[in-house]
């Protein structure tokens, strides 16, 4: 388990496990009208050659309160999900979640971050532009319940 940064030492990234996928699931319906299934969590766990699924611990009570799943291919890195629970949000966690991935994956050498948005999702749009990711395109239709297309947001890191 690594601590996010000096300033937040209760947070923890470490590997998502199997254990923690109610909790995982209980976040991931609450935050989005497609949810993922247990079974798609358990696959990115299994594929431990390109997916990193990743939990957010908050210390003392060792609570799950957020999680991220990235690819990474090479230098390329896709975000697949992100979530915070509704009652930690408003407090940084997803931003500090942000932060360190980005801070980890620059020492190692990624040069490309991508993913995608609902075009509707200012709060999250608003976040990623923060990092520096821009819009390099649009995914017609991408979401479903209710349909909407999303932005394909990137971020090239030098």
Not at 9 to 34: G, Q
Not at 74 to 82: A, E, L, P
Not at 137 to 150: I, M, V
């Amino acid at each position: 388990m690594s601590a996010l940064n000096k300033e937040e030492p209760r947070l923890f990234f470490r590997r998502m496990k199997t254990e923690d996928i109610p909790s995982v699931l209980e976040i991931e319906r609450l935050s989005f009208t497609n949810p993922w299934s247990r079974e798609t969590f358990v696959g990115e766990i299994q594929n431990d050659i390109i997916s990193f699924p990743l939990v957010l611990i908050e210390k003392p009570e060792s609570r799950l309160v957020g999680y991220l799943v990235y690819w990474r291919i090479h230098d390329d890195v896709q975000i697949n999900n992100i979530a915070v629970h509704p009652d930690y949000r408003g407090r940084g966690f997803g931003e500090a979640m942000l932060r360190s991935l980005i801070k980890n994956l620059k020492k190692e050498e990624v040069t490309f971050i991508s993913l995608e948005v609902r075009c509707s999702n200012t709060p999250a749009i608003s976040l990623y532009r923060k990092f520096g990711f821009e819009v390099i395109g649009k995914r017609t239709g991408y979401y479903t319940n209710p349909d909407e297309d999303a932005y394909i947001m990137a971020l090239t890191m030098k």
